[in-house]
């Protein structure tokens, strides 16, 4: 288990941006898997991106692409989702995940919930209006 730390979460007027983080601190054997899922009030929990942190290839949800950006910084063993141009149908609880896949195979199916995430973060509640 992977103990896994979200912050950045809010409220913002559609159009607006957020940028959501999530440290593991604990992790330190290699490349790994993480991704951002999201689940909106009586909506099942989807995949929004995902990204390797062997080689930074990344993965996104069609619904977010070119809004989006996933990006890792490992010294700091953080990764964000810098969210922009948000609408209202981005509302909902953000959830960090960890895998510990090597490689970017990986991450579609860790997005589509084909590949279970091994940790999961608490979760940061983001509100568009």
């Known amino acids: 288990h992977v103990q896994l730390v979200e912050s950045g979460g809010g409220s913002v007027q559609a159009g607006g941006a957020l940028r959501l983080s999530c440290a593991h601190p604990?992790?330190?054997?290699?490349?790994?898997?993480m991704g951002w899922f999201r689940q909106a009030p009586g909506k099942e929990r989807e995949g929004v991106a995902a990204?390797?942190?062997?080689?930074?290839?990344?993965e996104y949800a069609d619904s977010v692409k070119g809004r989006f950006i996933i990006s890792q910084e490992s010294a700091k063993k953080t990764m964000y989702l810098q969210m922009n141009a948000l609408k209202p149908e981005d509302t909902g609880m953000y959830y960090c995940?960890?895998?510990?896949?090597?490689?970017?195979?990986?991450?579609?199916?860790?997005?589509?919930?084909?590949?279970?995430?091994?940790?999961w973060g608490q979760g940061t509640q983001v509100t568009v209006s």
């Open positions: 604990g992790y330190t054997c290699g490349s790994y898997c």
């Open positions: 990204i390797y942190t062997g080689g930074g290839h990344t």
């Open positions: 995940c960890f895998h510990g896949g090597k490689g970017e195979p990986w991450l579609r199916p860790l997005l589509t919930g084909t590949v279970k995430c091994d940790s």
